[in-house]
């Protein structure tokens, strides 16, 4: 408040003046909304906005962001923080840090808008006929759900929902990841358990959406804001240290020096910088190495103007000091999932210390701080220049396909939030090859297996893979792929099989998990059999597996095999998860068209169905013995020959291999699966025994799977 307004008369001047400014405001806002053609100059309250803008984008026109400006600035007359700022400080501060990051017009016209849908009378179609369709999809995109409509669900749907819109333009998770930004910057003012919780939230969902869109200068500073919420005591300890370090001479500066003599006689021309590290970095630093020493406290970065002057830059690094070659990365050749480009290195210095080195053009520099904001607008080819192609984006990383694949399999909001923080919490990707030639590389998390290289090949029509090779070799589908392995996927035929309950324990990701889940869960409702993996041949590797015949029919015997009471002309399915035989005890479920399921009383599936409301209904044998299929466990100590002896043993019962698993030996034990059809149910025990009769093998158990 100005000294003019604390006497009476100042007062009323004041008011006066006021009530002037909200009628203009008004005005310009209301000519915002109809798009006036007037050019007025720029309002100051956007000015350094506009000053950030002109330093990436210096023709950028700027009369939409005047425009957006006095149309959120109108809407949120009156509304006001938490802080006791005017709400109108929030979009505005939004915008700045997107515009800092080298972020195009639609966006910062959309990010001053972000707020007015969600909390002011603006409307969508508002937005849409005043600025255009692009920055009404953002502004919707960036829209919170309404908990009186969603409930606890609506954090996670909004979070959805988001994630779609960003699938068809990523400017809507930047708008997001600045938005977060700024509200975690101004959490001081919220309760302490609120601040936990939004500061969770952050840490498992915006953090490492920061990382996978390589918006490093929001995820560095977002993790420092988290860090101090969460820990405060440590996060206090290594600010602590960075003053104490502050207050000495810093030795990188040295090092610097003498990078840039180097470069400068070697006609490299380079910007050498230290970079210091931000809090949680060094944390980190202080766990893995103790207290930090004087060179870890930063890193020189080299900026050179083409890709070239890196390999230079490296080559004179190299020869004129020390290098620590288990530090080298390039990144260039290979750059990251996130788009991130550069060369890492280390080399000795001054007594042996060890400074460590990032490389990287100046583009590349604006790439690893601001990620996909930095590429600008995915549907354009230059700023006001139209793209003639379709409307794709560039930017859109696999791991975010990957997300919008999955999602569309979970309906339900708590696995789709749970699955969504297990996919990010995993930090790194791999790349994988198919054999055929239009079998394009998927990326997949690192610790991925067969399993979920099939579902992300494949989607659903992965239920029916029998098997796969790696490299050219036979392997397991529990296999764990590696970077740059080449993948081939063996498929039935006519898609007559179905994944068996134990790809839930290999599979890891959730596009994986959720239509095996889904799969899984039918297939205890229709009777429909899982499908095992298949058959290695005889001599074969422990691990190794071979493509398995067509799976069989539903055996037209089970109908002969058990009566339902009460319904005696039903048709009987025995189900395939736990492989019923005489004298188990069984019961049955209604399936769809009227068919029964008769599951063992044991059986994970019946106890689950059971559990939810699922009526069982009676089922008796109608026969102590019948023909059976069955599955059976044999533990075993490893050595030559078992297996040949075990498949032996099998034949010699009158047991045929449907399929089989040999599991890779741990600590000398190993476990073969065999799925059999076996003539004669009253076998079964004879077979079992003679099974653990084989050297070697000190246990044969039944399958009855948990299925979850």
Known sequence: MSAEATTPGGAARERRGHRRDVLRLRQLGRAAVIRST???????AIEHVAQAHRRHHPRADLD???RAYLLAEFAHRGQMRKSGEPYITHPLAVTLILAELGAETTTLTASLLHDTVEDTEVTLDQVRADFGDEVGHLVDGVTKLEKVDYGAAAEPETFRKMLVATGSDVRVMSIKLADRLHNMRTLGVMRPEKQARIARVTRDVLIPLAERLGVQAVKTELEDLVFAILHPEEHALARELIRRHARRPDPLAEAAVAVREVLRE????????TRPRHVLSVHRVRLKRGEPGSFDYGRLLILVPENADCYAALGELHTCFTPVVSEFKDFIAVPKFNLYQS??????FGGGRIA????????MHRVAEAGVVALGDPHRAGEGEADEGERVDPTRPGWLSRLLDWQRQAPDPD???TALRDELAKDREIT?????????PLQLPVGATCVDAAYARHGQDAHACIGVRVNGRLATLRTVLHDGDTVHLLLAPDGSTGPSPEWLGYATTPAARIPIGHWLDSGAATGAEPGPEPVPPLGATAGAAAPASRREAADPADSAAALVAGAPEAPVRLARCCTPVPPDGVSGFTVRGGAVTVHREDCPSAVRMTAAGRRPLPVTWRSDSIGCRVTLHAEALGRPELLADLTEALAAHGAAVLAAEVEPPREHRVRHTYTLRLPDSSGLPRLMRAMRRVPGVYDVTRAARLQS
Request: proline residues 2%.
């Open 356 to 363: 460590e080195v990032l490389v990287r053009t100046h583009a």
């Open 415 to 417: 696995t789709f939030w």
């Open 38 to 44: 007037v050019r007025d100059r720029l309002p100051d």
């Open 432 to 440: 994988v090859f198919g054999e055929a030639a239009d079998a394009g």
């Open 343 to 348: 060369l890492h290195t280390a080399f000795a």
């Open 64 to 66: 939409a962001l005047r």
């Open 266 to 273: 070697a006609g490299v021309t380079a910007q050498v910088v």
